[in-house]
């Protein structure tokens, strides 16, 4: 159940910063804690205590900054992914629905002055998931998902790109980076997306809802699957010869049908950053990316996001407005 409520504003830690929400980004982690994380088996569930404030992804103004912050002032704007994925075995920290949030200032970075508040806020975690996927880890964490580090795979224009349920928040991410770096790019998505993906650079478009992408698709060096789920394995028949598929959501594939096939999988874990964020800033500020926004609601209204979440078929981010 999610109540709006009044809680106090929070206090400093040494290396935060306290940030005047003007915008939160919505994003499936949200809901997977709403629910309970029940779509994650058992052991790699976070201690959850109740009342939790959900949410990571903020756009706001710095008012108050610890003794220890260099870099931030009061007055700065800013916008981050905050304390994602959270401690290692530690409780889920998340606390980003909210008027005021406390964040580690190595989080945030400054907002990009030409894009508002409501997009900067869409732009954190599915940007930095397509980044860290797709053009630079940025970290040497082990992922949860497998005991090998995960490596992006080099992008120019000798390669090709499919990218499943590009017309979601990672998903249209991913078709600008991949674009971004000269790739040729595949979308897939229903029909109603499709001039949105082109606008955004994809090449080739595929409604998975007339044909099956596996049909249709060959050669294809990278697939990004921001879907998952059981049915992921049948993307692996769209690639070449040492092609990759990497699933942006925890799914398994049969190691006997890889190894026939010649190709492998390999995922990670989206990890706080605001030296990257910084970069898909410039990326913002140039025009050389831009956030969707499928549809924002009050703060106080964060129950038909969720409600709208729950829909599906979204174009870009769900943002709530705090001011």
């Given at each position: 159940m999610l109540r709006y409520d009044e809680v106090p504003i929070p206090e400093l830690e040494p290396g935060e910063a306290l940030v005047r929400v003007h915008a939160v980004g919505v994003n499936p982690p949200d809901w997977y804690v709403r629910e309970g994380m029940t779509n994650l088996p058992p052991a790699m569930r976070p201690p959850l205590g109740l009342p939790a404030v959900p949410g990571t992804d903020v756009s706001g103004v710095v008012e108050a900054v610890a003794a220890d912050v260099d870099g931030l002032a009061v007055g700065d704007e800013v916008f981050g992914l905050l304390r994602f994925p959270g401690p290692e075995g530690g409780t889920y920290t998340a606390s980003a629905y909210a008027e005021y949030v406390a964040a580690p200032a190595s989080d945030l970075a400054r907002k990009p002055s030409g894009v508002d508040h409501v997009h900067a806020a869409g732009a954190p975690m599915a940007g930095l998931t397509a980044w860290q996927f797709l053009i630079e880890l940025g970290h040497d964490h082990p992922s949860p998902f497998q005991a090998a580090q995960h490596r992006p795979m080099g992008l120019?224009?000798?390669?090709?790109?499919?990218?499943?349920?590009?017309?979601?928040?990672?998903?249209?991410?991913?078709?600008?980076?991949?674009?971004?770096?000269?790739?040729?790019?595949?979308?897939?998505?229903?029909?109603?997306?499709?001039?949105?993906?082109?606008?955004?650079?994809?090449?080739?478009?595929?409604?998975?809802?007339?044909?099956?992408?596996?049909?249709?698709?060959?050669?294809?060096?990278?697939?990004?699957?921001?879907?998952?789920?059981?049915?992921?394995?049948?993307?692996?028949?769209?690639?070449?010869?040492?092609?990759?598929?990497?699933?942006?959501?925890?799914?398994?594939?049969?190691?006997?049908?890889?190894?026939?096939?010649?190709?492998?999988?390999?995922?990670?874990?989206?990890?706080?950053?605001?030296?990257?964020?910084?970069?898909?800033?410039?990326?913002?500020?140039?025009?050389?990316?831009?956030?969707?926004?499928?549809?924002?609601?009050?703060?106080?209204?964060?129950?038909?996001?969720?409600?709208?979440?729950?829909?599906?078929?979204?174009?870009?981010?769900?943002?709530?407005?705090?001011?």
């Open positions: 120019n224009a000798e390669r090709t790109v499919l990218v499943n349920g590009a017309a979601g928040g990672v998903g249209h991410f991913a078709v600008q980076l991949a674009k971004w770096k000269g790739a040729r790019v595949i979308a897939v998505a229903s029909a109603a997306h499709e001039s949105f993906l082109r606008e955004l650079g994809a090449d080739e478009f595929i409604d998975y809802t007339r044909n099956r992408p596996e049909e249709i698709a060959h050669d294809v060096d990278l697939v990004l699957d921001t879907v998952g789920g059981p049915d992921s394995g049948r993307l692996l028949r769209t690639l070449k010869r040492g092609g990759a598929l990497f699933p942006v959501f925890f799914a398994e594939y049969d190691s006997e049908e890889t190894a026939k096939l010649g190709v492998t999988t390999s995922g990670t874990q989206v990890r706080a950053n605001g030296t990257q964020l910084a970069e898909l800033g410039r990326l913002l500020d140039a025009g050389t990316l831009r956030v969707a926004v499928d549809s924002t609601f009050p703060l106080s209204d964060a129950r038909r996001a969720h409600e709208r979440a729950a829909r599906g078929h979204l174009q870009g981010k769900i943002v709530l407005t705090a001011v």
